[in-house]
């Protein structure tokens, strides 16, 4: 089994920067990418970031030039650095570890809030 645990959510004001990481452990044969996804209440959850096994990434449009993804393959990790944080960032923060063969797992989420 794998376990993802995420921490680094918080309170921020706007235009704050918070750093998000997702840790991997348990039995890891393979990363073929690591996700980050967002919900807020109410909504769908929507991907944020991506970044392959290949280093290449992914962001959706409304985070680029704030948000940057990167990983320690060494640890397993992957982060979020998140800046120029606004209202509508707040959500709770998923990160997501495709195994390949269909194999997928998520974490438990952390909670952004972005208020003044």
């Known amino acids: 089994q794998v376990q993802l645990v995420e921490s680094g959510g918080g309170l921020v004001q706007p235009g704050g920067s918070l750093r998000l990481s997702c840790a991997a452990s348990g039995r890891i044969f393979s990363i073929y990418r690591m996700d980050w996804y967002r919900q807020a209440p109410g909504q769908l959850r929507e991907l944020v970031a991506r970044v392959t096994k290949g280093g290449d990434t992914y962001y959706r449009d409304s985070v680029k030039g704030r948000f940057t993804i990167s990983e320690d393959n060494a640890k397993n990790t992957v982060y979020l650095e998140m800046n120029s944080l606004k209202p509508e960032d707040t959500a709770v923060y998923y990160c997501?570890?495709?195994?390949?063969?269909?194999?997928?797992?998520w974490g438990q989420g952390t909670q952004v809030t972005v208020s003044s």
């Open positions: 997501y570890l495709d195994g390949g063969s269909g194999l997928g797992w």
